[in-house]
């Protein structure tokens, strides 16, 4: 009986001293856990790089390139310098936003453009070259809406505007300018407006913009 109770302790002490072991060989210890944070530091980076976006026929509808690109191991987006990035829809002029500075986020369907972002609507053969220029403008792929709520100008033709947001839609063409709108309509073949004409509202919306004759 004895000896049955001291094989039982000395059980129950290997027991003991195996699940410490397992236990000491299994968590991490307190430098372990600080290593394992994620850290403000590069895990990838690229330089003068180019990504082309594809539809479903194999067709380039979006086409992204840039100086620099920049992602932190604890930060979901990507940064990226001199970035540029251009749409193509077919029968439509090509749409080109820059920006010096740029932010995408996570899954790569928000670009916000920074410093002097430009967007460059080309010249069709009935319609002239549109061009906006602002702080910040937001692209979402997705919905192909570029769109600021900074101070925007935007020049189209001899149409000359500016105000404190933007919507530009490039499926239905669409340009939206909202709050504290100015600008200076360009003359028209009228022998009673010969002169350019001012223009201030709250929200100005124009539908496939197209330059009066003269």
Known sequence: MRSYAWFSLMIMGLLTVG???LLQNTLPYPMQVISDAKLHIPDYFADHFSLSILNKSGITQYRIAAASMIHYEDDPETYALLLAI???TPGQPIVTATGKRARINDNGLILDLYNDARIVREASQTDPL?????????VLIHDKIIKTEKPVKLLHGSLKMKANGMIYDNVIREIRLLAQVHGVLPTTSSPASRKPRQLMTDTFFSHDIHQPNS
């Not at 061009?131 to 937001?138: G, I, K, N």
């Open 19 to 21: 699940t410490y072991w």
């Open 86 to 88: 251009r749409a193509f």
């Open 130 to 138: 549109i061009q906006a220029d602002s702080q910040h403008f937001c």
